[in-house]
T-cell receptor, first 113, second 117 residues
Framework: DQQVKQNSPSLSVQEGRISILNCDYT??????FLWYKKYPAEGPTFLIS?????DKNEDGRFTVFLNKSAKHLSLHIVPSQPGDSAVYFC????????????FGRGTSLIVHP | GAVVSQHPSRVICKSGTSVKIECRSL??????MFWYRQFPKKSLMLMAT?????????EQGVEKDKFLINHASLTLSTLTVTSAHPEDSSFYIC?????????????FGNGTRLTVT
């Protein structure tokens, strides 16, 4: 039973446009959410996070939106650049629980020049 | 920022042999490290939580006698895949949490691609 779901295995976007990566979760106890970026043959690197007390967090070209009622979050990248091409993992954890994040299966983003 | 170093990056071994993977936190102390495994097109699956100075905590379905974890110091955790079989071929990634607290992001090593022939 997947508690964190990334239903789109891949996404293709043109350079300069917006990339929107989606993530859904089922565990209502999750209250901290993270996005990681992973290049082939490398470990994931932390990108951006959001706490459940917020509905938006922005860092440069990256913005994460959280809709708690829908148990849905999304990562927006604008403008998209070819160097953004990577696999993006959504992760969620429970403060007061194990704090260990549960990961989705990832979405492979390809940004075309 | 926090750096986690993992070695080797790639290893090929014969069936029945054992392989050791090292995970080091280079610029911080990590009382807890996490070992993940990634199958193709699958998410990162937590295998075990490595605790410095005590026994590792294994996730359900992970054989502790097959995947031996040792966390002898605050900067080093090792995962030994014992009597490896082809089905153990996978991408193994270690991670550690920075010193900023329980909800700080995990920092990952670059992973080890294990191929068992």
């Amino acid at each position: 039973d997947q508690q964190v779901k990334q239903n789109s295995p891949s996404l293709s976007v043109q350079e300069g446009r917006i990339s929107i990566l989606n993530c859904d979760y089922t565990n209502s106890m999750f209250d901290y959410f993270l996005w990681y970026k992973k290049y082939p043959a490398e470990g994931p690197t932390f990108l951006i996070s959001i706490s459940s007390i917020k509905d938006k967090n922005e860092d440069g070209r990256f913005t994460v939106f959280l809709n708690k009622s829908a148990k849905h979050l999304s990562l927006h990248i604008v403008p998209s650049q070819p160097g953004d091409s990577a696999v993006y993992f959504c992760a969620a954890s429970e403060t007061g629980g194990s704090y260990i994040p549960t990961f989705g299966r990832g979405t492979s983003l390809i940004v075309h020049p | 920022g926090a750096v986690v170093s993992q070695h080797p990056s790639r290893v090929i071994c014969k069936s029945g042999t054992s392989v050791k993977i090292e995970c080091r936190s280079l610029d911080f102390q990590a009382t807890t490290m996490f070992w993940y495994r990634q199958f193709p097109k699958k998410s990162l699956m937590l295998m075990a939580t490595s605790n410095e100075g005590s026994k590792a905590t294994y996730e359900q379905g992970v054989e502790k006698d097959k995947f031996l974890i040792n966390h002898a110091s605050l900067t080093l955790s090792t995962l030994t895949v014992t009597s490896a079989h082809p089905e153990d071929s996978s991408f193994y990634i270690c991670s550690a949490r920075g010193e900023a607290g329980y909800n700080s992001p995990l920092h990952f090593g670059n992973g080890t691609r294990l191929t068992v022939t």
